[in-house]
């Protein structure tokens, strides 16, 4: 299943830059050519989250714009106007318990799978095992017809090529074989007994599994869609929630972008577009459609200055 992670949206671009003179205010670079400084002002213990661990992934965000560009955009410094607040509300809750619910569903998904494969290969060996078995009763008949031939002949008189002693031996054999043949069938049935009743119970699982994939659904659907991550306002960038350390990155150095004047692309795999989506969130790189952006931003400086 995927995970569905969200930027802020409607808040960044309503709080964002909707004029220039907003961004060259906030644009550090813009006028004195220096990185932006930036410090961790409040991070919610409910996120367990350290600041020195803050701290280095906010500069692995920082890293990202520095990575295409050559240029260092972002600096931390503890005495900086910009503040990054790690705010936790009801809706990083309400997130972490889905996270716990989709773990937990994840987790039934893969016992499912485990036993399923089992039961695949119990199948086989099951019906391996009985056709074995079929061939052992056929060839077992063919040697009963043939004893009960030569008792036939030995009762009309021809004692020249069957002895009673020999015959006798022939019918314990036969009992031998027939009673082994007989306790194997029973053991197969118990397996088959135990296999189906295996059966029974994964497919009760999945039913069970599939209403618990809908109910997921449903929550993600009621509850995330009003869940905004990140925010920035003038001196400020708020972070609300984040699913991994990789999102918390990638919302940042978002949220970076906001701070460097930048409005949002069109272009799901960017950093600048709206919505965590086809970004590649462990190794990201920014796209031309992101450097587009700064491009503009900055000729745009240039002829105000
Ligand atoms: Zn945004």
Redesign the pocket.
């Known amino acids: 299943m995927k995970k569905i992670l969200w930027?802020?949206l409607s808040l960044?671009v309503g709080i964002?830059f909707q004029t220039t003179s907003f961004a060259q205010n906030n644009l550090a670079m813009g006028s004195s050519n220096q990185p932006l400084k930036y410090r961790i002002a409040f991070i919610d213990p409910r996120f367990q989250l350290t600041r020195e661990k803050f701290i280095e992934v906010s500069q692995q965000a920082a890293e990202i714009w520095q990575k295409e560009t050559g240029k260092t955009y972002f600096i931390y410094d503890s005495q900086a106007q910009l503040s990054i607040n790690l705010i936790y509300d009801d809706h990083q809750m309400l997130k972490d318990e889905q996270q716990n619910n989709l773990d937990a569903l994840l987790q039934k998904q893969e016992a499912w799978r485990i036993k399923n494969e089992e039961i695949v290969l119990n199948k086989q060996e099951v019906a391996q095992l009985s056709s074995d078995l079929n061939k052992r009763k056929i060839s077992l008949k063919a040697e009963f017809e043939q004893y009960q031939q030569n008792v036939t002949r030995f009762n009309q008189g021809e004692h020249r090529y069957y002895r009673a002693d020999e015959l006798k031996e022939q019918q314990n054999q036969l009992q031998q074989k027939s009673g082994n043949l007989q306790n194997e069938s029973n053991s197969l049935n118990y397996k088959i007994q135990l296999l189906n009743s295996k059966i029974r119970e994964l497919n009760e699982e999945q039913s069970d599994l599939s209403s618990l994939k809908t109910q997921f659904k449903l929550e993600q659907k009621t509850s995330i869609h009003p869940f905004h991550k990140g925010l920035f306002s003038q001196n400020q960038i708020q972070i609300y929630g984040y699913a991994s350390l990789n999102d918390l990155r990638l919302t940042l150095a978002?949220e970076f972008g906001?701070a460097l004047g930048l409005k949002?692309t069109t272009d799901p795999k960017s950093l600048m577009y709206?919505r965590l989506k086809e970004q590649d969130i462990h190794n990201f790189k920014l796209t031309d459609s992101d450097l587009e952006l700064l491009g503009s931003i900055y000729s745009l400086i240039k002829e105000n200055h």
């Open positions: 930027w802020g960044c964002g978002h906001h949002h709206p």
